[in-house]
Structure formats: structure tokens, C-alpha cells
């Protein structure tokens, strides 16, 4: 089980796994076996080489085997511990990276929405500034038109009444022209009868 968990855990071969963590004479047996082209499994291949090379007359072959197959699993649980302890780490980077990107993407995503609301603030300004210089162009062409309306009504005004005052002038000086013939018309019979009577 054990085996099999660091299987499915590493994704490696199993044999590969428990070969790794045996003696190395056990090790070079069971490459040695592997060469030969013998199918057996780890826990044989450990036994046959722990009888091969392990002394005979202190043990039998089963506690022999049983040991190895004993330290084989618990080097392949630590593996596994390991590599779970490995796996977890990884796994918390990668939730740190994932962390640090969305908060970057949400930084992002924060500057891009104030950008976009100056940009949108400056398009407003600028069209309000255009509709104030069309509104100064229109008042200004509208008191031009007023003052050259002005300007000529003045002229008009005014050149009525110099015609009018020179009308005036040429009616006042007909007028003591007339009176200054009467004038002399009277001083000439005033003079006339004065000799009659002196005659």
C-alpha cells in the first residue's frame, strides 16, 4: 500500500521507488536480476540478495526479508512524506503566485478604470471647454453685428442731420437774405420820400 501510495503520489514506477531505498547490494542484485531479464518483484529481488549477501547462520531468510521489506516501506513512507511535504510547498507558491497575480490583476484592473475615468473627465472637460468657445464665438459675432448696426445707424443719423442743418442754414440765410432786400427796399422809399418831402 505503501508502495503503491508513492506510485500514485510521484508518478514513478514502484520497483524504481523501493529499489532506490535498499541496500546497495541488494540494489546491484536486483539490476543484476533486472539485466538477466528476471521477473520478480522488489520484495523477491530484496530477499534473494539479502541471501546472497547478508549472513545466513544469525538469521533465517524470513526475518532477512521481513526487515528489509520493513525498511523498504519506511524509506518509502518518508519518500512519500517528502514528497508530499514537497508537493504541499509547491502547492502553497503556486497559491502565493496566484494570490500576488490577482492582486496585481486587480491593481490593474484599478488603474486602468482611473485612467479610463480621467479620460473620460478630460473628453468631458475638452467638450465643455468647445461648446464655451463655440457659445464666446457666437456672442462675439452677435455684438460685432450689433455694433456695425450701431456704427451705421450712427452714420445714418448723423449725415441726416447734417443734411438737415445745412437745409437749415441755406432756409436761415434765404430768409435774411430776404429780409435784408426788405431792408433796403424800405431804407430806398424811406430815402425817396424824404426828398419828395425836402423837395
Avoid: C, Y
Amino acid at each position: 500500500e505503501v508502495v503503491k501510495m508513492a506510485d500514485e503520489v510521484m508518478g514513478a514506477d514502484a520497483e524504481v521507488v523501493a529499489e532506490a531505498q535498499i541496500r546497495p547490494e541488494v540494489q546491484a542484485s536486483a539490476e543484476e536480476a533486472t539485466r538477466a531479464g528476471e521477473e520478480e518483484s522488489w520484495e523477491e529481488t530484496a530477499v534473494r540478495a539479502i541471501l546472497k549477501a547478508g549472513p545466513a547462520d544469525t538469521e533465517n531468510w524470513q526475518e532477512s526479508a521481513a526487515r528489509a521489506i520493513l525498511n523498504a516501506e519506511q524509506a518509502a513512507r518518508e519518500l512519500v512524506e517528502a514528497r508530499l511535504d514537497e508537493v504541499t510547498a509547491d502547492l502553497a507558491r503556486a497559491e502565493a503566485k496566484a494570490s500576488e497575480g490577482t492582486r496585481l490583476e486587480a491593481l490593474a484592473r484599478l488603474a486602468a478604470d482611473a485612467a479610463q475615468s480621467e479620460a473620460q473627465e478630460a473628453t468631458f472637460r475638452m467638450s465643455a471647454a468647445l461648446a464655451a468657445q463655440r457659445k464666446a464665438e457666437a456672442r462675439a459675432a452677435e455684438l460685432e453685428a450689433t455694433l456695425d448696426a450701431a456704427k451705421a445707424a450712427a452714420e445714418a443719423q448723423a449725415t441726416a442731420r447734417v443734411a438737415e442743418a445745412k437745409a437749415k442754414a441755406r432756409s436761415e440765410q434765404v430768409q435774411a437774405d430776404t429780409r435784408a432786400a426788405e431792408a433796403l427796399s424800405a431804407l430806398a422809399n424811406a430815402e425817396a420820400r424824404a426828398a419828395m418831402h425836402h423837395a
